[in-house]
């Protein structure tokens, strides 16, 4: 068997002179580089044709900025067409911010594994600009409550996996920055392993270089959960609605409960295959393990809500109690069980 040839690609917007050495020093070590200029000014024209100069490296260009993802698939693309099996690539970011020494880790890593998708996670110590922290947090949360998997840096660039999986990859859908984030969600759906090899955490002059805008971009990365949200929040509306309508009738909080709620999850289950998941299988792939979880959450739902006016809450407020609740382990569980399998990237 052929020795994996090591390739590393670095999607570039308006990097600095610093790109030079660092790719130079990674040839050095072996790899292949294949570098996207994604649309950056002409003020960095000298960088890019110094790079073009360079043995072992390869310039791809974009006329205008196209985002982050799109650099990525660029590339990707460059590189299933033009490189011969097998190989191992590794993504790195082009700000300084990947140690020669952990982009060599995470690529052995992936040669061992090269069925997994291999990340470079930090752990966010030592001086680490305070949006950073946050933002790594917050996003690290939202993965696991979305896909049910863990894991510690979901916003490194600092990837490696074999060409095995560049097919999967170039069908994963985004452009910009929430591309990354979808790659880690399809590949939890797809039940693709993901590794951590631990790196160093680096952010030079408070992260200055970076070109990730923090409200326009975290709404991308985050725009799964918002879709997810506001389909539920549809269902609850409905959900609620009913409910009132049949206790008013009827006076029967349990027999309004269960009544509003069949109405309801057929219309949650509608949304959510469809419009959130993105399930392109048939109603009958799914229904009957979508049945059993709305069976279980209106059993769970209908003793809550029984207990809570036992205890004396109002059965208007006590509802709405039971459905936040009711409300994550929904998702946790249509994510990690019902929609699974047979998902759109």
């Known amino acids: 068997m052929d020795t994996p040839r090591r390739i ?10 610093t790109l ?4 130079e020093g990674l040839v050095g070590a072996g790899f292949r580089a294949v570098v996207v200029d994604d649309g950056s000014s002409a003020g960095c024209g000298d960088v890019f044709e110094k790079l073009s100069d360079m043995e072992g490296v390869t310039v791809l260009r974009h006329a205008v900025n196209r985002g982050k993802g799109a650099a990525l698939k660029t ?4 590189i299933s067409s033009h490189c011969p099996l097998p190989y191992t690539v590794v993504t790195a970011d082009a700000d300084g911010q990947h140690r020669e020494g952990d982009i060599y880790r995470v690529c052995r890593e992936a040669e061992a594994c090269p069925e997994a998708l291999v990340l470079g996670s930090r752990r966010f110590d030592g001086k680490v600009p305070l949006r950073s922290r946050i933002g790594n947090t917050i996003t690290r949360t939202v993965f696991r409550l979305t896909s049910g998997v863990k894991v510690y840096d979901t916003q490194t660039g600092l990837r490696a996996f074999s060409d095995e999986l560049v097919p999967w990859m170039l069908t994963v859908s985004g452009e910009r920055y929430e591309y990354e984030m979808q790659v880690l969600l399809s590949a939890a759906r797809s039940g693709i392993p993901l590794r951590e090899v631990r790196i160093e955490t680096v952010y030079l ?4 270089s970076s070109h990730f805008d923090t409200v326009r971009d975290s709404f991308r990365i985050y725009r799964e959960i918002l879709h997810f949200s506001g389909a539920s929040l549809l269902s609850f509306c409905l959900d ?6 049949f206790l008013a009738v009827s006076g029967r909080l349990l027999l309004s409960n269960v009544a509003a709620r069949l109405i309801s999850a057929a219309f949650n289950y509608t949304l ?3 419009l959130v998941f993105r399930s392109q299988a048939s109603v009958a792939d799914f229904a009957p393990a979508y049945a059993l979880l709305a069976a279980l959450i209106l059993v769970s739902g209908t003793i809550l809500l029984k207990g809570l006016s036992l205890l004396g809450v109002s059965g208007y407020l006590a509802k709405i109690a039971v459905e936040l609740v009711m409300f994550a382990v929904s998702f946790s569980l249509q994510r990690s069980w019902v929609f699974r399998t047979g998902l759109r990237a």
């Open 272 to 274: 959510n295959r469809r």
């Open 75 to 78: 590339g990707l693309q460059h």
């Open 240 to 245: 609620y609605l009913l409910f009132c309508v």
């Open 8 to 17: 590393v690609l670095i999607p570039a917007y308006e990097p600095d002179n």
């Open 20 to 23: 030079v050495p660092f790719t």
């Open 205 to 208: 002059d408070g992260n200055a």
